[in-house]
């Protein structure tokens, strides 16, 4: 069968991806930018892919019309615009006229849980979705999940941030709302098992494992997985704002998901019932079960997807094919080069850089210099990276998004998310027995040029030690 596959570069898409290759379909998937979509090499018989932005018509002509299924699983959890509901309506509509031009019979959207009269503007809008894409003349199956605990998830990289960050937290009263989270592992099962199953068509189903948890159990059942003593205090005072930059600075989160979460935190999202677990024959593992799996994935650097490798969680807005040709033109550029001695050597030290393994020279002015991003509003260098020792294009890599990546070449672009007066980009590439390292910066007006000549005198030995640490 043919399945399309909407949201292919998002956390879910990209585990739900080898599932279905797995299961013997033929997946076509969904991206806007193809530049920033990574799959395995041995996917290439059964994967194709298409660039399709639902708000642009045009590109709606992409999807064709011979796909027996498809999956919805677009939303903007950290949208930046304000109107962002009406832009999540208005890509809903766009898709179910082109889905009803097609040979699609089944479309499976995954929502959020929506029992509760008062609901944040992020549940709204995803209920709005769900009606919608009801109104298709295909059959429509809705799951909605609640808290998803698995690594990579925003849920999971926030409480881990909080708990090995903080000994001592004074929280926010949302913190004894009550949810029932549920196992990635789990909502994939539901996501697969729901596809061409007749009992599910044009239904909803609440999906969540057996624990109805408070956020602050599920905080203290972290710090009891990690064995961490762990203390926490609510308090009444903490306004939504307030709570957004304590989750915000405290966090690797964009204050947008911050203020998205605040909002959604503060109703309570349990399932009405259970009974696709029965209808599926599926059996969800407990919250300690989700956290273990998913303590050992990151321990083993085997982390499939995370939520920080989704243009959401930075400022990009525009496709990264854009940005690809690094500019010279009214540029400022520091170019340096040394011969390598290892090739192998240097490939495997530019591609684990960042994150934990740091930058090999002046640490903490890379780390200062996150810090400063972060009052100013920026992405910060909190993000990390998903994996220590392999990066793809579109991947986040601290506050730069990784361009281009390609170990045979020995070619790595980095294009800067830190607010910056201009645009920046990092390159390495080895020719022949050559390193070759520039860092690009394009100013935008005078204060852009001011900003060059003022870290200017740092370059001298950040960039030099870093060479050399990359070769030796």
Not at 1 to 13: F, N, Q, V
């Amino acid at each position: 069968m043919k399945i399309l596959l909407t949201g292919a570069t998002g956390y879910i898409g990209k585990r739900l991806l080898p599932l279905l290759v797995a299961q013997g379909h033929d997946i076509i998937c969904c991206v806007r930018d193809k530049n920033r979509f990574y799959f395995p090499i041995e996917f290439k018989d059964k994967v194709s892919v298409v660039e399709v932005d639902f708000l642009n018509h045009e590109t709606l002509t992409n999807i064709p019309d011979n796909i027996d299924a498809a999956y919805y699983l677009i939303h903007s959890m950290s949208g930046s615009a304000s109107n962002f509901d009406e832009l999540e309506s208005q890509s809903a509509l766009n898709f179910v006229n082109r889905l009803n031009e097609t040979n699609a019979k089944q479309v499976i959207y995954l929502s959020g849980i929506v029992n509760d009269t008062s609901l944040s503007k992020h549940l709204s809008s995803r209920k709005k979705v769900e009606e919608i894409l009801n109104s298709g003349i295909f059959d429509t199956t809705t799951l909605r999940a609640g808290i998803i605990v698995g690594s990579g998830s925003a849920s999971f990289e926030i409480i881990r941030d909080l708990v090995n960050k903080l000994p001592v937290m004074v929280t926010p009263k949302w913190l004894n709302t009550r949810c029932q989270p549920i196992a990635i592992t789990d909502v994939l099962q539901f996501l697969s098992k729901s596809l061409f199953n007749p009992a599910t068509y044009n239904k909803s189903f609440d999906i969540g494992g057996p624990d109805i948890l408070t956020y602050k159990e599920m905080l203290l059942g972290f710090a009891e997985a990690k064995n961490l003593k762990r203390w926490i205090v609510t308090v009444p005072i903490m306004t939504p704002k307030l709570s957004s930059y304590w989750l915000y600075f405290v966090t690797s989160t964009s204050y947008r998901l911050a203020s998205a979460l605040v909002s959604s935190m503060k109703v309570e999202v349990v399932c009405s019932d259970t009974r696709i677990n029965e209808l599926l024959e599926v059996t969800p593992m407990s919250y300690k079960q989700a956290l273990s799996r998913a303590l050992i994935k990151v321990d083993e650097d085997k982390v499939a997807s995370s939520w920080k490798d989704s243009l959401v969680s930075g400022r990009f807005t525009s496709n990264m094919s854009e940005y690809l040709k690094v500019p010279k033109k009214d540029c400022f550029i520091d170019r340096r080069k040394m011969e390598i001695i290892d090739r192998n050597f240097t490939i495997n030290q530019i591609w684990s850089i960042g994150g934990d393994t740091g930058w090999y020279y002046g640490d903490w002015l890379w780390d200062l210099r996150g810090f400063i991003d972060k009052l100013y509003g920026g992405v910060g260098s909190r993000r990390g990276r998903t994996n220590r020792h392999d990066i793809h294009s579109g991947d986040a890599l601290d506050f730069w998004r990784v361009l281009y990546a390609n170990k045979e070449e020995g070619k790595l672009i980095l294009f800067a998310e830190m607010k910056l007066p201009g645009e920046a980009w990092l390159e390495f590439k080895i020719i022949h027995n050559t390193l070759y390292q520039a860092a690009t910066f394009r100013p935008r007006g005078f204060w852009g040029k001011v900003y060059w000549y003022s870290v200017l005198p740092f370059h001298g030995f950040i960039f030099k030690g870093m060479l050399e640490k990359l070769i030796k």
